[in-house]
């Protein structure tokens, strides 16, 4: 595990500290006037999402985690996990629900994810931030009913429940913002 200065920080770098893995989003190195200079960093916790302030004494050590980033694609689920095929190796992995959090939601198959892996564990699935997606169910709109901002439940193909406005019609391919699980636009 290589060590690295906190006068080394930079937004991105991963560290792995007492409380686990967490990934540097915002730092300031301050050099006040008066005693010894400070890095003040923002780091949101790699497993949980959790973002916690935490301030280092300049030139201190800390250990870098080496992370693994690879782009994936998603090819089948097999019972309740999904497998992933490595686009560089062709090497398969099947990955739990549980580690893929919100992602699963939105995963159809041929679908790409950047998977982060630290010692052979996943720790995060990163998706494209929109998806076009099928509506799987939903009920009809009735004519003439156009109230404006009107939404209706929508069943997606991969099973996600999302508001979508009357028009959209079962077979509709919609864009979802994939950070809120909300309808952006129909395709």
Do not use: C, W
């Not at 989003?25 to 916690?52: D, S, W, Y």
């Not at 580690?99 to 159809?108: N, Q, S, T, W």
């Not at 720790?123 to 009913?145: F, H, M």
């Amino acid at each position: 595990m290589p060590a690295i200065s906190t006068n080394e920080l930079k937004n991105g770098v991963t560290l792995e500290l007492d409380k686990g893995l967490f990934s540097i989003v915002e730092f300031q190195h301050v050099k006040p006037g008066k005693g010894g200079a400070f890095v003040r960093t923002k780091l949101r916790n790699m497993r949980t999402g959790a973002v916690i302030e935490r301030t280092f004494n300049a030139g201190v050590r800390v250990e870098q985690a080496i992370i693994d980033r690879r782009d994936m694609q998603f090819l089948y689920k097999d019972g309740d996990d999904f497998v992933f095929m490595d686009t560089d190796s062709y090497e398969q992995i099947n990955v739990t629900p549980t580690a893929l959090g919100d992602a699963a939601d939105y995963l159809v198959e041929s679908a790409t994810a950047q998977i982060a892996m630290y010692d052979g564990e996943i720790v995060t699935v990163e998706i494209p931030a929109s998806v076009e997606l099928v509506i799987a169910q939903t009920e009809p709109g009735i004519q003439g009913d156009r109230v404006s901002g009107a939404r209706k439940p929508a069943t997606l193909q991969t099973g996600k429940v999302i508001q979508v406005p009357l028009f959209i019609n079962i077979g509709d391919k919609v864009k979802v913002d994939t950070r809120t699980g909300d309808y952006v636009t129909r395709v």
